[in-house]
């Protein structure tokens, strides 16, 4: 049985991310001049604008796709036995898209993750799929690979991450930058602060950078360094600007760590940030929410939004984050 230490830190993952997603919702795609003359400040969960040409009708506290997709793969992962099967995921997907559709919402699927599904409907081989996805969207639902399996055997954790990005992100970017959120994720798990977790971190982006297609960023490990020496001088406008804050991996994923090391490690002011940051604000809450919440623990998260954010999104987080923890012990 894991500790109650590592489900604290199980949930803090997932509901970190929670909590950063849906504090970025109302302002994802906004620039950060837009952030500010419609809602100024964000300090705490608002529903979006009417006519918010992404998050349109979701109400205040509401999660996107990146908490969805992330619990989507957590199930996959339990009911797989920690293997993650590559076309139940991507049916999985289709699935969920489907089901946004029929609420009437708009956050669809990403451009990397539409278009490697689209291929797989259209005949190509699941190994082909994914050898142009750059964007986040491995990064930003990669915590439960990282909850499920120790970053003591570095090579190991990457390979499960590099698997988990098959069939959409197949590319160097995107699995470097994956599997450097995983192994945040995975050392906080065992107990380390997010900045003991940094060099395993990076060298996870280099090894995940060799198991992907040569297509974007070759550098994913400088660039987070990158983002973090900007974040040591405290300026979160410098960070948006010299690292950028799109879909790119190489900018909203190494932005992401920049932003844990602006809030020192907290969740919520994690969250705090990346919803005013500008552009994808979500998915760069939920990345930053994710290794800021395993490293301090669900426990650490103020109760309040916590609980504002599983009651709007009737979220069952427990059996998740103890199935994966279970996959995480039957693997040592
Ligand atoms: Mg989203």
Not at 187 to 206: C, V
Request: proline share 4%; charged share 15%; with cysteine.
């Amino acid at each position: 049985m894991p500790g109650q230490g590592s489900l604290d830190r199980a949930l803090g993952a997932l509901l970190g991310g929670a909590l950063g997603d849906a504090l970025g919702m109302p302002s994802q795609t906004l620039d950060r001049a837009a952030i500010a003359a419609r809602y100024g400040r964000i300090a705490g969960f608002l529903a979006p604008f009417p006519g918010h040409p992404v998050s349109h009708g979701l109400p205040a506290g509401a999660v996107t796709d990146d908490t969805e997709q992330t619990l989507l793969l957590a199930r996959l992962l339990i009911d797989g036995g920690g293997v993650l099967d590559d076309c139940a995921w991507a049916q999985a997907l289709i699935g969920w898209e489907a089901g946004v559709r029929a609420r009437g919402l708009r956050d669809l699927l990403g451009p990397s993750t539409r278009r490697a599904l689209d291929a797989l409907l259209a005949g190509t081989p699941v190994g082909e799929t994914g050898r142009t996805g750059t964007t986040n969207g491995a990064a930003m639902r990669i915590a439960p690979v990282g909850i499920a399996t120790s970053a003591n055997d570095l090579p190991r954790l990457v390979t499960r991450v590099a698997a988990a990005c098959r069939v959409t992100h197949a590319t160097r970017e995107a699995i470097a930058a994956a599997a450097a959120v995983a192994a945040v994720v995975s050392q906080g798990i065992d107990g380390a602060t997010f900045d003991a977790a940094l060099p395993a971190a990076l060298e996870a982006a280099r090894l995940g950078a060799a198991l992907g297609a040569a297509v974007g960023e070759p550098d994913m490990a400088g660039r987070i360094a990158l983002a973090l020496d900007i974040a040591r001088g405290g300026d979160e406008a410098r960070l948006a600007c010299e690292i950028g804050t799109s879909v790119a991996s190489r900018c909203s994923v190494a932005a992401a760590f920049g932003v844990v090391r602006l809030a020192g490690g907290d969740a919520w002011r994690a969250a705090q940030i990346a919803a005013n940051i500008g552009d994808d604000t979500d998915t760069i809450g939920a990345i930053a929410g994710a290794m800021a919440g395993a490293c301090s623990g669900a426990s650490a998260l103020p109760a309040d939004k916590v609980a504002l954010v599983v009651a709007v999104n009737r979220l069952e987080l427990a059996p998740l984050a103890q199935g994966l923890l279970a996959l995480r012990g039957a693997a040592r």
